[in-house]
Nanobody, 127 residues
Framework: QVQLVESGGGLAQAGDSLRLSCAASGRTMLSFAMGWFRQAPGYERERVGVISWNGDTTYYADTIKGRFTISRDNAKNILYLEMNRLKPEDTAVYYC????????????????????WGQGTQVTVSS
């Protein structure tokens, strides 16, 4: 079992930056590809970014490409999402998740491939 706890969400204005963190416990993150997802009211869960087990490969959704950066610190068992130039449409609950996968093919991972999920952290961006 892997327990995931997100933090760092909150209120921001358009153009601001926020950094989300996801602390993993129970098992090392080394065996997992890690991802960030988000879900806004009335919308399906969206894959935001995914990073391979060693951090060498990343995938980003087109909606956030160039503004958000996913990274991980395996020594600390923490996943990050640096969010810059925030927009009101980034408002959502953000979730981190872990998929048991070694290898670079993170772009093909679907939400159903992720076994463990955090409870989410709310990000609200005002205009």
């Amino acid at each position: 079992q892997v327990q995931l706890v997100e933090s760092g969400g909150g209120l921001a204005q358009a153009g601001d930056s926020l950094r989300l963190s996801c602390a993993a416990s129970g098992r090392t993150m080394l065996s997992f590809a890690m991802g960030w997802f988000r879900q806004a009211p009335g919308y399906e869960r969206e894959r935001v970014g995914v990073i391979s087990w060693n951090g060498d490969t990343t995938y980003y959704a087109d909606t956030i490409k160039g503004r958000f950066t996913i990274s991980r610190d395996n020594a600390k068992n923490i996943l990050y999402l640096e969010m810059n130039r925030l927009k009101p449409e980034d408002t959502a609950v953000y979730y981190c998740a872990a998929a048991p996968m070694l290898g670079p093919g993170v772009a093909s991972l679907a939400p159903s491939d992720f076994m463990f999920w955090g409870q989410g952290t709310q990000v609200t961006v005002s205009s």
